[in-house]
């Protein structure tokens, strides 16, 4: 990074005040005065008189935290991480006034890591139970017949949104250890396309699209005229009677 010196930023002033703070054209008139000289960026003619504004300076004031001594400054970086261990080092920074390179030096010396959360369903509490006894169910078949699960149509159904795509880059929770967070979400509360697909064996069927609200007349209709055709498309027919249709525990509105 360049180093302007007091003499430098006071001409890069001048010319920005006399373009009426127009960053570009201070820039190009900047350019043919002293071709020979660094060339600033943009944002620094605006940081400049913001610095003077704030500051009474040219460069910006640094804050009181500066001159705290290492364990003052990381213990202020620790508080802050443990009142919210979701929050970025910007910030950490921002809330401690300790410059974001210490921060982050402060959170990795203290062996933290920003662990994203796991994006599950949400469970109701009747679920558990439930999905225990099922779990339990298909071991025993399993151990009866280790083709089983070769034998069952696993289905799913879903909502495809204009909600766009859920970004995880900036979701994080700091921790020493792995908290194995998870992230709840309601995707099939939203509205959108609605698409029902299922797999038997290393075959896919569908998957089917249907715009309107899954209830209990169409979903029959989409069993009857759908699913089961391709069922029988798919799988040979000696097989058909021993298979096992592993319905979806969502409800029909």
Not at 6 to 12: F, G, H, M, P, S
Not at 57 to 70: A, G, P, Q, T, V
Not at 129 to 155: L, Q
Not at 229 to 249: H, K, S
Request: one cysteine or more; glycine letters at 4%.
């Amino acid at each position: 990074m360049h180093k302007y010196t007091n003499e430098e930023k006071l001409d890069i002033l001048e010319y920005y005040l006399k373009c009426n703070r127009n960053a570009e054209s201070a820039q190009e008139m900047y350019l043919n005065n002293f071709p020979e000289r660094f060339q600033p960026e943009k944002k620094m003619f605006r940081r400049l008189v913001i610095n003077l504004l704030n500051d009474a300076s040219f460069d910006k004031k640094r804050e009181k935290s500066y001159n705290l001594n290492h364990a003052e400054r990381s213990q202020q970086v620790l508080n802050a991480l443990a009142d919210n261990p979701s929050g970025s080092v910007r910030q950490f920074s921002h809330e401690t006034g300790i410059p974001k390179t210490i921060v982050h030096r402060v959170i990795v010396a203290n062996k933290f890591h920003p662990y994203k959360p796991k994006t599950v369903h949400t469970l109701n509490e009747n679920d558990y139970p439930r999905r225990r006894a099922f779990c339990n169910w298909y071991i025993n078949k399993c151990n009866e017949d280790n083709n089983f699960h070769y034998k069952v149509v696993w289905t799913d159904e879903t909502r495809v949104t204009n909600c766009g795509i859920f970004n995880k880059h900036n979701r994080h929770y700091w921790a020493v250890e792995n908290p194995h967070l998870k992230d709840q979400r309601r995707s099939q509360n939203r509205f959108g396309t609605n698409v029902w697909c299922g797999i038997v064996d290393n075959r896919i069927i569908g998957p089917f699209f249907y715009n309107e609200n899954l209830n209990g007349v169409s979903y029959l209709n989409l069993l009857q005229n759908d699913v089961l055709p391709a069922i029988r498309r798919i799988v040979p027919q000696a097989e058909q009677e021993n298979l096992w249709f592993q319905q979806d525990g969502m409800s029909c509105s």
